[in-house]
């Protein structure tokens, strides 16, 4: 299950995340703006000084929410794509974890891409878009995917710490 943690979002996407969300296929979870009531925005903005619009602070709160209930926990973008080699998410993880059991975290490369997308849903067709698909030849730093009984806490693309006998997976 996806869990969405979101701040702001235009209301087309929002009513179309509420549609999985009623599935059971996603959950949002309400991110808290911070803000001042007597003091207008345009004098002191505190967002302004908080790190990646406390995107750290959303995906801790997931890991802790969730840290009993899951066996594996990744924290991507929505623009994200991760492709598995194995047959699905869960296979690539365990597979991963199984060969490699001192790894409390696994940190997966991103590729940036250009896909031809339409710009009406009307017109959409995913087959044309992975067909599309031009890789840059970049790699930026990538995301992680975690066994959430080693770890406490996050940051956007590793965690802060793991037990001394673990290691991360770069």
């Known amino acids: 299950m996806m869990h969405l943690y979101i701040r702001s979002v235009v209301s087309p996407l929002y009513e179309l995340l509420r549609i999985y969300d009623l599935q059971g296929y996603a ?6 703006r911070l803000g001042m009531k ?5 004098d002191f903005n505190p967002n302004l000084n908080v790190e990646f619009r406390n995107q750290a602070a959303a995906q801790t709160d997931c890991l802790l929410q969730n840290k009993e209930s899951v066996e594996f926990i990744s924290f991507v973008d929505l623009d994200d794509i991760l492709l598995p080699r194995a047959d699905s998410y869960f296979d ?7 060969s490699m059991p001192e790894i409390a ?3 997966y490369i991103k590729l940036n891409a250009h896909v031809n997308a339409a710009s009406r849903g009307s017109e959409f067709d995913l087959r044309e878009m992975f067909t599309s698909v031009r890789f840059e030849g970049k790699t930026e730093t990538g995301k992680l995917v975690a066994k959430p009984n ?4 996050t940051w956007i693309h590793w965690p802060s710490a793991v037990p001394k006998q673990m290691i991360g997976f770069k």
């Open 27 to 32: 959950k949002i979870i309400p991110w808290p």
């Open 38 to 42: 007597f003091v207008p925005e345009a």
């Open 92 to 98: 690539e993880f365990n597979q991963l974890f199984l």
């Open 105 to 107: 975290y696994a940190h």
């Open 150 to 153: 080693y770890i406490n806490s």
